[in-house]
Nanobody, 119 residues
Framework: QVQLVESGGGLVQAGDSLRLSCAAS????????MGWFRQAPGKEREFVAS????????DYADSMKGRITISRDNAKDTVYLQMNSLRPEDTAVYYC????????????WGQGTQVTVSS
């Protein structure tokens, strides 16, 4: 089992920055990839960014590329999502997910953290 806890969300103004954190615990050695997703009201959950736990390779959604950076601190079993130049359309609940099988689905999720961007 892997437990994920997100933090760092909040209410900000357009143009501001936020850094989200996702702390993993439990069988963290089994995690291959950690990712961030978001879900806005009335919309499907969408991919934001991911990072390989061991190689550090990253992937980003085109919609946010250039404004976000995903990073990891394996010693702390924590993944971060730095978001800059936030826009009202970035308002969503941001979820952290983990894959424990190579090329498998995200099979562990956190409870989410709310990000609200006012105009």
């Amino acid at each position: 089992q892997v437990q994920l806890v997100e933090s760092g969300g909040g209410l900000v103004q357009a143009g501001d920055s936020l850094r989200l954190s996702c702390a993993a615990s439990g069988r963290t050695f089994s995690v291959y990839v950690m990712g961030w997703f978001r879900q806005a009201p009335g919309k499907e959950r969408e991919f934001v960014a991911s990072i390989s736990r061991y190689s550090g390779s990253t992937d980003y959604a085109d919609s946010m590329k250039g404004r976000i950076t995903i990073s990891r601190d394996n010693a702390k079993d924590t993944v971060y999502l730095q978001m800059n130049s936030l826009r009202p359309e970035d308002t969503a609940v941001y979820y952290c997910g983990a894959q424990t099988r190579v090329a498998g689905p995200y099979n562990y999720w956190g409870q989410g953290t709310q990000v609200t961007v006012s105009s």
